[in-house]
Nanobody, 132 residues
Framework: VQLQESGPGLVKPSQTLSLTCTVS??????????WSWIRQPPGKGLEWMGA???????FYSPSLKSRTSFSSDSAKNTVYLEMNSLKPEDMAVYYC?????????????????????????WGTGTLVTVSS
C-alpha cells in the first residue's frame, strides 16, 4: 500500500488548509483499514489528528475536532483533510498513514488499536508552513 500526500506548502494564518492523500495498491474501503492524518511540528512529536475508516466513519482527536474535517472519495481512492482557522503553530509535516486492524466504535478504541499495532503504512509527508 502506498500513500502520497499533496497540498499547498504555504498557508496564511486564518485560512483553510486542504490536503489530499492518494492511496494506491489497496482500496480505501477494504475492511478494517483506518486512514489517519498525523502531523509533526518542527522539533516536536507526532500528533494523531484522527482517521476515516474503511466504511466512511470518522474519528477526530478531541483537541482538533472543532477545526478539522475528514472526507474520502472511494472512486478516486483518496482521503482528504481540511483544517480551518490555521495558526502559526499548525506548521508541521502532515502525514497520512494507515493501519489494518479490527472493528472499533469510538476514537478511544481506534487510538488503542493504533497504539498497540502501530501504523502499517505511511506517506512521505508534506510540510505545511503557516505564515503571512
Amino acid at each position: 500500500v502506498q500513500l502520497q500526500e499533496s497540498g499547498p506548502g504555504l498557508v496564511k494564518p486564518s485560512q483553510t488548509l486542504s490536503l489530499t492523500c492518494t492511496v494506491s495498491n489497496s482500496s480505501i474501503t477494504t475492511t478494517y483499514y483506518y486512514w489517519s492524518w498525523i502531523r509533526q511540528p518542527p522539533g516536536k512529536g507526532l500528533e494523531w489528528m484522527g482517521a476515516i475508516t474503511y466504511s466512511g466513519s470518522i474519528f477526530y482527536s478531541p483537541s482538533l475536532k472543532s477545526r478539522t474535517s475528514f472526507s474520502s472519495d472511494s472512486a478516486k481512492n483518496t482521503v482528504y483533510l481540511e483544517m480551518n482557522s490555521l495558526k502559526p503553530e499548525d506548521m508541521a509535516v502532515y502525514y497520512c498513514a494507515a493501519v489494518r486492524g479490527y472493528a472499533v466504535d469510538a476514537a478511544e478504541d481506534l487510538w488503542t488499536l493504533i497504539s498497540s499495532l502501530g501504523m502499517d503504512y505511511w506517506g512521505t509527508g508534506t510540510l505545511v508552513t503557516v505564515s503571512s
